[in-house]
């Protein structure tokens, strides 16, 4: 039995290094260590984007996620003699891998396809507590491989030089794992170059079309509209100080009342109608402001010709 009761010294460690690497073994495990932490390492960087951004899970949502992948752990151990019973170990490992890779990718593959449940819709949430579930699983089973697949090639090593060198393999493998992580880490942030996303970005909502020709008219409405509402913000305020309101107190009820009253409705089920009719009493002096508002030439038709407008110039540009 060999043990080793010494350190090494540089030279000789950089010695038995070198015939290690020469084991064919090793080396494919370093190569398809790189792909698989780079891989990872990319997937972690990127996780709370996607499910942030992509998905518009919550916060408590995301804290639920984390449920399925303990479960996951511990169906582990019910899961993986059963899989790996009579299966040749890398041919095992390569099926988790390529699983684990199509359990990660599917869903976005099938948002984009325009097969997978809106965005906030409970069914989304539960399919994608199913996801993290079996993710788990997959990617818990390879690492399990992995490491059994080492351990072989520990004792290989063993026979062929008399010596385990398992510590070397184990800091050769893990110095490897670590750089990769890195990489996929700096993939990530190129990525989020490439698709400029924003800094300080905020959680909004995302709307899929379809019809490639209503993109002008959702121009209009969503990526114009912010300049519709601060220029209702600019008016109701202008109008607060024409009725003899202080121009700051006009300004931070305008900015007030328009951010209250977006919120209510974001948060509501209700029809923006509905909403407005619960606030208005009848005779009252909101009545009195909407017959103003909703007579002829008042609002509506104003707002109509706006959002024509900003369609035709969208399709004018694209032109």
Known sequence: VYENTTALAPRE???QLREVLRNASLRTMIAAGVLYSA????????????????????????????????VGGAALLQVMPRLSRGREKRTFAVAMFAGAAVMSALPIALRLAGLFPANGTA?????????????TILYLMLDTAWNSMVADLVEHTQIETGRRNEGIILSALSFNAKCATALGT???????DL?????DAAVGEVAWVDDEGLLDPVTAVSGSGPAYVFLLIECLAEAGIAAGLPEDLASRLARATVAGSGELARL??????????????????TAAALEVLMGPGGLKPLMVRAVEAATRRSRELAS
Not at 44 to 59: C, N, P, T, V
Not at 124 to 133: A, H, K, R, T
Not at 195 to 199: R, S, T, V
Not at 268 to 285: D, F, I
């Open 268 to 285: 509501s089920q209700e029809p923006a109608g509905t909403l407005r009719q619960n606030v208005t009493s009848p005779g009252g002096t």
């Open 186 to 192: 700096a993939i990530a942030g190129v990525v989020l």
């Open 39 to 70: 891989g990872t390492g990319t997937y972690a960087a990127l996780w709370a984007y996607i499910y942030s951004f992509f998905w518009e899970f919550s916060s408590e949502e995301i804290a639920l996620l984390v449920i399925p992948m303990v």
């Open 13 to 15: 460690f950089y010695r």
């Open 195 to 199: 698709i400029a996303f924003p800094k």
């Open 123 to 135: 069914l989304l949430f539960w399919i994608m507590m199913l996801v993290g579930f079996l993710e």
